[in-house]
C-alpha cells in the first residue's frame, strides 16, 4: 500500500491528473463554442447549421458524413485554439528566456559550427580560432 500511495503522489503522475482533468473543462468550452458560435456563422454561410442530417444513399446503406463535417470542425476549432492560447505564448516564453541565458558556444568562422566559447581549435575543421 505504501508504494501505490507513493506511485501516486509522483509529481508527474499528479500532474498528468492535473491535465487530464484541465483537458476535459477545455474540451468542454471549445465544444461550447464550436456548437454555439462556430457553427452557427457555418449554418448562416451555408444554409445549415445541424450537419447530423446531411447523409447519401448508396444500394440502401445510409452515409451519415454530417457527423463527420461536424466533427471535422470541432477538431479545426480545438486544434486553432490549442494553437493560439496554449502553443504559440509557450514558445514565446521558452524564447525570452532563452534569450536571457548566457552564451556557451561560438560559430566557427570558417566553417560556421558551434564550438565552446574557451575553443582555441575548431574540432570540425580544426582551423585556430581567437
Known amino acids: 500500500m505504501k508504494d501505490f500511495r507513493e506511485f501516486l503522489l509522483r509529481g ?3 500532474d498528468l491528473a492535473v491535465g487530464f482533468v484541465i483537458g476535459v473543462a477545455f474540451a468542454g468550452v ?8 462556430i457553427t452557427p456563422l457555418i449554418g448562416a454561410i451555408f444554409g ?3 450537419f447530423s442530417t446531411l447523409t447519401f444513399t448508396i444500394n440502401s446503406s445510409t452515409f451519415f458524413y454530417g457527423n463527420v463535417i461536424s466533427a471535422l470542425i470541432a477538431f479545426v476549432a ?17 524564447d525570452r528566456r532563452r534569450s ?5 558556444t561560438r560559430e566557427c568562422p570558417e566553417c560556421l559550427s558551434e564550438i565552446p566559447l574557451a575553443a582555441k581549435r575548431c574540432a570540425f575543421c580544426t582551423s585556430a580560432v581567437s
Do not use: C, H, M, S
Not at 471549445?30 to 458560435?37: E, F, H, N, R, S
Not at 480545438?78 to 521558452?94: D, E, G, M, Q, W
Open 78 to 94: 480545438t486544434a486553432a485554439v490549442v494553437f493560439y492560447f496554449v502553443v504559440k505564448p509557450y514558445n514565446i516564453l521558452r
Open 12 to 14: 508527474n503522475v499528479v
Open 30 to 37: 471549445v465544444t461550447a463554442t464550436t456548437t454555439g458560435i
Open 48 to 50: 445549415t447549421q445541424d
Open 100 to 104: 536571457d541565458e548566457p552564451a556557451t
